[in-house]
């Protein structure tokens, strides 16, 4: 287990070096610390670096009931990243309409 660590952490060193320009290297640190925590703050953080994040930040701020359209893996990870932020999903298929799951 311990070599493996050392492994992970030599690749990623390796990758890290590479990267060319800051906003590539800050959204591979945000993803790489997702990885090892999974808080959802890091997820964020990579998202909040488009215009369309950053859109999508202000609109969950500024409206207090926000559904999402579409219970699939898109929508689904979308409640997870933004957990109660959405009260919950409407969908084509009415079997997944219903509250989004609540995490942390």
Same mark, same amino acid.
């Given at each position: 287990m $311990? @070599? $493996?660590? &050392?492994? #992970? #952490?030599k690749t990623s060193k390796?990758?890290?070096a590479r990267l060319q320009d800051d906003l590539s &290297? %800050?959204?591979? $640190? @945000?993803?790489l610390l997702y990885s090892f925590t999974e808080n959802n703050e890091f997820? @964020? /953080?990579v #998202?909040?670096?488009t215009d369309e994040g950053k859109h999508l930040k202000k609109l969950l701020e500024s409206?207090? @009931? /926000? %559904?999402i359209f579409g219970a699939g893996t898109w929508g689904t990870g979308l409640a997870k990243v933004w957990n109660g932020h959405f009260c919950g999903f409407i969908d084509n298929n009415s079997k &997944?309409?219903?509250?989004?799951p609540k995490t942390r």
């Open positions: $311990e @070599q $493996e660590v &050392k492994n #992970i #952490i390796r990758i890290f &290297k %800050y959204v591979f $640190e @945000q993803r997820i @964020q /953080n #998202i909040m670096t409206t207090a @009931q /926000n %559904y &997944k309409w219903g509250d989004c």
